[in-house]
């Protein structure tokens, strides 16, 4: 079945560059999504890629896919304090019928 | 702002007794999803609906209903409940099912069983 895993924490300093990674198991996903969720609020879409896509970019956000191991990372450039959040994984495919399986989440903290 | 309007944002009630969660999804969106997330089993997607129809299920309990109605706002209806329903009840919409069609959840409403 579907299954999504990430490291669970990552702690940087204010200025650096984040990584967040997330491994996928369906192989006929399509669509990987991120969420960031802050505290005592909703999930809110960060970005998405197509699976035949390499890489996107949108701002400070760069999302990397390598379809052949299944692994999607997250990059988040001048990490600022305000990016501190827990980070979801999900994919969309054929198997969930286009519904989002999550991964735990990676809860990113940024010291200043 | 998503968005997807959720109410209650909390609930406060005791073990047996029967709730409701309504969900109003962001204007133009067809389709409604029900999550919820727990500490022990993360985010996990409940119920799907387009236009009023039930499309997909995913790990709902029988105890759990959902429904979608004809101005496409949707109600979760969790009764004879038990303290592992204690949790938070996102919602999410979307403009189509499928795949691709990216969904924004609402800010939940956060279920505490007493």
């Known amino acids: 079945g579907e299954d999504v895993e990430q490291s669970l924490f990552l702690s940087v300093r204010e200025g650096d560059s984040s990584v967040i990674n997330c491994t996928y198991t369906d192989s006929s996903s399509t669509y990987l999504y991120w969420y960031k969720q802050e505290p005592g609020a909703g999930l809110q879409l960060l970005t998405y890629i197509f699976s035949n896509m390499d890489m996107k970019q949108d701002q400070r956000l760069t999302v990397l896919l390598n379809k052949k191991d299944k692994h999607l990372s997250l990059r988040i450039a001048d990490t600022q304090t305000g990016d501190s959040a827990i980070y979801f994984c999900?994919?969309?495919?054929?198997?969930?019928?286009?519904?989002?399986?999550f991964g735990k989440g990676t809860k990113l903290s940024v010291k200043p | 702002d998503s968005g997807v309007t959720q109410t209650p944002k909390h609930l406060i009630t005791a073990t047996g007794q029967r709730v409701t969660l309504r969900c109003s999804p962001r204007s133009g969106d067809l389709s409604v999803y029900w999550y919820q997330q727990s500490l022990d089993q993360g985010l996990q997607f409940l119920i799907q609906?387009?236009?009023?129809?039930?499309?997909a299920k995913g790990n709902i309990l029988e105890r759990f209903s959902a429904q979608q109605f004809p101005d496409l706002h949707s109600e979760l209806n969790l009764s004879s409940l038990e303290l592992g329903d204690s949790a938070l009840y996102f919602c999410?919409?979307?403009?189509?099912?499928?795949?691709?069609?990216?969904?924004?959840f609402g800010d939940g409403t956060r279920l505490s069983i007493l």
């Open positions: 999900a994919e969309s495919s054929r198997g969930s019928q286009g519904n989002l399986i």
């Open positions: 999410a919409s979307s403009v189509a099912p499928g795949l691709g069609q990216p969904q924004h």
């Open positions: 609906y387009y236009n009023g129809e039930e499309r």
